[in-house]
């Protein structure tokens, strides 16, 4: 993925001044920054849900969108979300969902509305719809919120092995953790991107 020069603004309110970004292929990036720096607003436009003023945004092959506020039906289980994104992507089967299920350590959830599921277990879920047609590029808007700390382990596990498997993967959170795990760490501050150990310290 390749962000040039993008800019955006809410009315007058200048929010992102010109971010670059070059995804590599098989990286683990993360971004941070206070909330109201932008990030949210950087990861929409990043899946196209939301238009740059200014700047590109360029993909290279399939990418997966996990958004911090789930787009999930408390109506229908987890089996049938599945489903529909199955049909949705024009899936041949679940394979790829069901894998990230068990390392997520949550399958005994299929047959379960998702009005029942704890904030963890909704997060889960999230995920592995943004996994489950095996993008090559994952975009990640806080994406350990609500887990516990054994979960959390395995979130960075499976991101671990994303990497392995040549994916790149973008997390991005308000604070870094673990940031040892990761290929490269930016902070998002007045509108620019800016390699974390250059930030000044306030």
């Avoid at 997966?64 to 529909?84: I, K, S, W």
């Avoid at 382990?153 to 499976?158: E, K, S, T």
């Avoid at 990761?182 to 000044?200: I, N, Y």
Wanted: proline content about 3%; glycine content about 10%.
């Amino acid at each position: 993925m390749e962000v040039s020069g993008v800019y955006h603004a809410y009315r007058r309110r200048p929010v992102l001044r010109g971010v670059n970004l070059r995804l590599r292929e098989g990286a683990l990036v993360g971004i941070v920054g206070e909330n109201g720096a932008g990030k949210t607003t950087l990861l929409e436009i990043l899946s196209g849900e939301l238009r740059a003023d200014r700047g590109t945004v360029r993909h290279h092959g399939r990418f997966g969108y996990c958004p911090q506020a789930a787009v999930l039906n408390d109506a229908l289980t987890v089996r049938q979300h599945l489903e529909f994104l199955r049909a949705a992507y024009d899936l041949p089967h679940l394979r790829r969902a069901e894998e990230v299920m068990d390392q997520l350590h949550f399958r005994e959830y299929d047959q379960q509305r998702v009005g029942t599921l704890s904030g963890g277990t909704r997060q889960k879920l999230n995920l592995t719809l943004a996994l489950m047609h095996d993008p090559h590029v994952l975009l990640l808007d806080e994406p350990y919120q609500g887990f516990d700390w054994e979960t959390y382990g395995r979130f960075w596990d499976l991101a671990a092995l994303l990497r392995q498997e040549g994916r790149s993967v973008l997390v991005v959170s308000h604070l870094a953790y673990d940031t040892a795990r990761l290929d490269e760490l930016w902070r998002l501050e007045g509108g620019l991107l800016r390699p974390a150990q250059e930030v000044r310290v306030a």
